[in-house]
């Protein structure tokens, strides 16, 4: 089993940080990709988290759903990383509103076409944490 906690204080505070790290973030001339890549990470595992917590916090997930849950949580981990680095992205462009742009829209494209690899490597990251987890059990 598998006990989804409920949402309390820390969580909240976890999410407050990770919005003065965005904050932090928007504010700097940045055109490096590895920390908005980071940061499109971090965004949808969060947006995932908290859904999960949210439907199901305070409940216990039996042990032959540990797999294919996390499996598919990992998926949408990975696709909705890939939608929220470009997302992330075109704002710090608006944002900045330049003549030429910190991200150039083939980049953006280019991050956008890697979401099925990106959701494909989330699964099996998933897969593989879970079955490590029934391993350990």
Known sequence: MIHIPTPNR???LVVMAY????????TPEDNQVWPVTLLGWGLAGLVVFMALVNKFGGRQIPARYVVPLLTVLCVLVGLGSSIATA??????????AHLFFDYPTPML??????????GIAGGLAGLG????WLALR
Not at 19 to 26: N, T, V
Request: no cysteine.
């Open 19 to 26: 919005g003065l790290l965005l904050f932090l973030w928007f």
């Open 10 to 12: 820390r969580i909240r």
């Open 87 to 96: 997302g992330l992205m075109f704002f710090k462009n608006a944002l900045h």
């Open 109 to 118: 494209l280019a991050i956008l076409e890697r979401a099925p690899y990106w």
């Open 129 to 132: 944490a879970a079955l490590a």
